[in-house]
């Protein structure tokens, strides 16, 4: 089910911002950068924020262009770089 909150395994993705870059990103861009790494759509997003996915597609419009980036994995790996998402380690193989 989707909600508006994300669920505690979510928590750990996002990251407090450098200092001087704080200013560069909103929080509900951050929020929505964090959906974005999750594999959501601009609809699912804008389902679980309780706003339309137009208003997502805006704010990733805008995102980009705060970033200078021209997609969503640019944007995801830029702010993971400027400190505002934390980057998850992939997962390892078992052992055999």
Do not use: C, F
């Amino acid at each position: 089910m989707l909600s508006g909150n994300p669920s505690p395994s979510y928590l750990p993705m996002l990251a407090a911002a450098p200092a001087d870059r704080r200013s560069l990103l909103t929080s509900r861009q951050v929020e929505i950068l964090t959906w974005v790494t999750e594999g959501k759509s601009a609809w699912e997003i804008g389902m679980i924020l309780g706003i339309s996915g137009r208003s997502v597609d805006g704010h990733l419009r805008r995102i980009y262009a705060r970033l200078d980036v021209r997609t969503r994995l640019q944007a995801v790996l830029k702010a993971q770089d400027l400190g505002y998402l934390v980057r998850r380690a992939p997962p390892q193989p078992a052992p055999a």
